[in-house]
């Protein structure tokens, strides 16, 4: 007979992290009756009525497992029906409203287990447990069991079966569970497809060896392909520069443990945490001299991505080669990552030696996650592994906000959903100017919405009519209210959110500082619609122009992002138009002697006339110029951020900590502007160093925001500041920055879990296009049309 009892609702990351062998521990230890279950709406709990109950919420409040997230946690009366122990019932179906685990590397216990001879997964690459392995990169519908994932192929033997039935043992339904007898397996292959007979029954010592002998290895992880070669063979990271089309963009390493980073990179105890998290990012540190590193892993870049590995097949090869690996993401230029065997085979074939693949399927590409530690904080860069399906909590006023899909930037492209009050930020994808990165993007919001129950009625994106994500924005929202959002508004957004501003909050001071944004709304004291290094005074509500870089050419358009030199000339044009006076346009070879040695009067024409030479604030440009003016970047970058990189490399080699007060700066230029840092630079160019110069430049601009911070305060009720763009992830700069606005009695607010680059606007772009929805006589709304 029915009788009324008690449901426990827990809502959140609370599936496929081990939680109801949890509950059902607690609830024998409380001498509870009832039963615990998945459902699509996270975990349920049916008690019977005992007085032990606010106990047992209490302590599963306290030691919840490890890898979960609880949001929520509601009880209500219900009818039950008798209960005389406690079990773990059936998972039940329904409309999804629970988060989902992202993969999580391997951890102590399964390590030990591969490492112990007498354990029946010695060896093993595939051991995982309820506490680690793929999550987010198998399953294929909620709820979260093995029959939804790309394990169900792989029936469990009878030992691995008595694990997953039994509710005391960690692989109580740790749906990736195998061992060598019921699991995936890895083979060999040669770069045509066909197996390795040499590798015999030892793939991965083969492996080893070849990666040793120099050659490039493609290997299946989790959520993709890598490619692999020895990072202390100089000819072997040449060969895969030479494959890849890739001559200076640093590579990535895996290391085997925390000592071997410590042998070639300086490491804190933040970075130190972020490299051993479950997430395994890779973590940008500064490197060592003179470690067994290749010089051209990443050239003279201030920084060396670094990670651990993430899953045992890693841990196994990294001992067995016991040095670094160049671990960088396998795919062609602008392709996205293959994730299926035929397709990698098609892609990569020219591209490496041999093939180390397994035969468990990937369902979602994840690539690599990117952290960076700040002045002792951690910030992520790139989401994507082991940080996605995070739900991110959105600040207090947007409670409600629900069934918005905002598409983000056309570079560092990531979408994001809203669903009640919460935001996911789908994983990393690339450059949407190549036509199949647009697919990937079509393919990841499909699955997304499925996969999460996701009902659109607010679209968001890009105002920028030339970005590719406008141009899809058009044909995806016909059906539903759209928005378009300026460019900076959405990266301060998206900052706001990051440290929990209110959707209430007064309009705060902002600097966004980065490449290029489109802005259409003008103002007075603004003339042009390319901005890149501004103040503004907003909110999630307004956004309003204080200030600014001054505007100069970029000339021959889009050029000028990939040919350094060019912005040099608009700077030295627009600011000291005696440039060629100068001292340096005599030294052979020198920065301002190639300079005049450019077709001038024509390139001076195009700026007079306004051809192909659009004016920006672009402090990425700026930057750039200056690298041209130091560096040897000075013909052309081959990837984004080559020349601003460089710049930082060589302001880093001047710089201690004294370096942080500008008093000097503020008695000699109470008054900094652009011109006079460029009047500066010429005084000091040929007559300090190269890495003085670029120290000298990122000061320089510290100072300016920092006046531009404080001479502002007045239009503030907070002294609060917003500090976003791409830029800001620049650690010389952002630190110089931080220590400036302390002393001026102004708080930071900084990037942490969302991306300071284009990669986290998507963000902001959904929080600003909900907020207008509340206020529909704004005008920024419309449906099926474009603005």
Not at 383 to 409: I, K, T, W
Request: with cysteine; hydrophobic share 40%.
């Amino acid at each position: 007979m029915p009788e009324t009892g008690v449901l426990i609702r827990i809502k959140g990351q609370v599936q496929g992290v081990g939680f109801r062998p949890f509950v059902w521990q607690l609830a024998h230890q409380f001498r509870l009756l009832g039963e615990v279950y998945n459902d699509a709406n996270g975990v349920g709990i049916k008690l019977k009525p005992d007085s032990k109950i606010e106990q047992f919420i209490d302590a599963i409040s306290q030691y919840a497992p490890k890898l979960s997230v609880i949001d929520s946690i509601t009880q209500s009366n219900i009818e039950i029906k008798s209960y005389t122990d406690f079990v773990i019932s059936q998972s039940n179906a329904g409309i999804m409203d629970t988060s989902i685990a992202p993969d999580a590397a391997t951890c102590e216990h399964c390590l030990q287990e591969i490492h112990d001879s007498k354990d029946s997964r010695h060896g093993y690459e595939f051991t995982n447990c309820i506490h680690c392995g793929p999550r987010y990169s198998i399953i294929k519908a909620i709820p979260y069991d093995r029959a939804n994932t790309s394990m169900a192929s792989f029936e469990l033997c009878n030992t691995c079966q008595l694990e997953y039935q039994d509710p005391r043992d960690r692989r109580f339904h740790a749906q990736p569970t195998a061992c060598p007898t019921c699991g995936p397996s890895i083979t060999v292959q040669d770069n045509q497809g066909k197996p390795v007979s040499q590798a015999g029954g030892q793939p991965l010592d083969w492996c080893a060896k070849q990666l040793l002998c120099g050659k490039t290895v493609a290997i299946k992880g989790v959520g993709g392909f890598h490619l692999a070669v020895d990072a202390t063979n100089a000819c072997a990271v040449t060969t895969l520069r030479h494959r890849k089309h890739r001559p200076h963009k640093p590579f990535a390493l895996m290391v085997k443990d925390i000592d071997a980073v410590r042998a070639i990179a300086y490491v804190n105890q933040e970075e130190q945490r972020q490299l051993l998290s479950a997430a395994a990012p890779i973590v940008l540190l500064k490197p060592k001299p003179n470690s067994l590193v290749a010089e051209n892993v990443s050239f003279a870049m201030p920084y060396i991505g670094i990670m651990l590995p993430s899953n045992p097949l890693q841990h196994l090869l990294l001992e067995l080669c016991d040095r670094p690996l160049v671990m960088t993401s396998a795919n062609k230029s602008g392709f996205p990552m293959p994730i299926d065997n035929l397709q990698a085979l098609a892609q990569l074939g020219q591209l490496c030696d041999l093939f180390l693949t397994h035969n468990r399927d990937i369902v979602r590409r994840l690539d690599d996650s990117i952290v960076q530690v700040i002045d002792g904080k951690a910030s992520i860069m790139r989401r994507a592994r082991g940080y996605v399906p995070q739900m991110l909590d959105l600040p207090a006023g947007f409670e409600h906000c629900d069934g918005v899909l905002a598409l983000g930037s056309d570079l560092k492209q990531a979408t994001c959903i809203t669903k009640r009050g919460r935001a996911l930020m789908m994983p990393h994808l690339g450059d949407a100017s190549n036509p199949m990165i647009v697919d990937e993007i079509k393919t990841t919001i499909q699955d997304t919405q499925s996969l999460f129950a996701h009902q659109t009625t607010l679209g968001a994106y890009d105002c920028h009519t030339g970005y590719i994500t406008h141009q899809y924005a058009n044909a995806l929202f016909t059906h539903v209210a759209q928005a378009s959002v300026n460019h900076h508004h959405a990266h301060i957004a998206a900052c706001l959110a990051d440290n929990q501003i209110s959707r209430y909050h007064n309009p705060m001071l902002a600097v966004t500082l980065d490449g290029l944004g489109w802005n259409d709304d003008i103002h007075d004291n603004c003339s042009h619609n390319l901005f890149g290094g501004e103040l503004f005074i907003a909110n999630y509500a307004t956004c309003q122009r204080i200030t600014g870089l001054p505007a100069v050419p970029l000339i021959g358009g889009d050029k000028a992002s990939i040919q350094p030199w060019r912005n040099l000339l608009a700077q030295l044009e627009t600011h000291v138009p005696t440039w060629q006076t100068h001292h340096g346009t005599q030294v052979p070879n020198s920065a301002l002697q190639q300079l005049s040695c450019k077709p001038l009067p024509l390139l001076r024409q195009a700026m007079k006339n306004n051809i192909n030479s659009p004016i920006a604030s672009s402090t990425g440009r700026l930057f750039d110029a200056v690298a041209a003016l130091v560096s040897d970047v000075f013909e052309q970058q081959s990837f984004e951020g080559q020349a601003a990189m460089t710049l930082e490399g060589l302001a880093w080699q001047g710089f201690n900590m004294a370096h942080l007060e500008l008093t000097d700066l503020q008695h000699s230029d109470p008054n900094p502007s652009i011109e006079l840092m460029w009047q500066h630079l010429l005084l000091k160019y040929g007559q300090q160093s190269n890495a003085h110069i670029a120290l000298f430049f990122h000061r320089y601009l510290a100072h300016i925001v920092l006046c531009w911070l404080h001479d502002a305060k007045p239009l503030a009720s907070t002294n609060q500041v917003v500090l976003s763009g791409g830029v800001m992830q620049n650690s010389l700069l952002l630190m110089l920055l931080k220590h400036g606005l302390t002393k001026q009695n102004q708080i930071p607010l900084i990037h942490s879990t969302i991306p300071a680059n284009d990669g986290g606007i998507s963000v902001g772009q959904a929080l600003i296009a909900w907020h207008r929805r509340q206020l529909p006589a704004s005008g920024q709304l419309h449906t099926g049309a474009t603005n």
